[in-house]
Nanobody, 125 residues
Framework: QVQLVESGGGLVQAGDSLRLSCAAS?????????LGWFRQAPGKERELVARIRLSDSSLYYVDSVKGRFAIATDNAKNTVFLQMNSLKPEDTAVYYC?????????????????WGQGTQVTVSS
């Protein structure tokens, strides 16, 4: 099993920065192949924000965060970070860390097997 524990959310003003962290642990955490960050705003579907494939560090970002957010892991690849700069009110959401052990690189929430508890990010204008 894999446990994902997030930290780093909070209330900030537009233009500020936040860094989210997600620590992976558990007996099969070493089997993770993809780590990602999703977000879900009230009344909206859960959206993939950024994703990193651990084998080659291939990255994906949703268009709305390109140039502002950056996903990265630590050297041990058991902690994933989401650096969020130039935050906007529309970035307000609950952010979830997700992990997958699949050989294909997932792009939808249903394909990720493991989830963190979520952390609230609120950006005021």
């Amino acid at each position: 099993q894999v446990q994902l524990v997030e930290s780093g959310g909070g209330l900030v003003q537009a233009g500020d920065s936040l860094r989210l962290s997600c620590a992976a642990s558990g007996r099969t955490a070493s089997n993770l192949r993809t780590l990602g960050w999703f977000r879900q705003a009230p009344g909206k579907e859960r959206e993939l924000v950024a994703r990193i494939r651990l084998s080659d560090s291939s990255l994906y970002y949703v268009d709305s965060v390109k140039g502002r957010f950056a996903i990265a892991t630590d050297n041990a690849k058991n902690t994933v970070f989401l650096q969020m700069n130039s935050l906007k009110p529309e970035d307000t959401a609950v952010y979830y860390c997700a992990g997958a052990t699949t050989f294909f690189t997932p792009s939808v929430a249903g394909a990720f097997q493991y989830w963190g508890q979520g952390t609230q990010v609120t950006v005021s204008s």
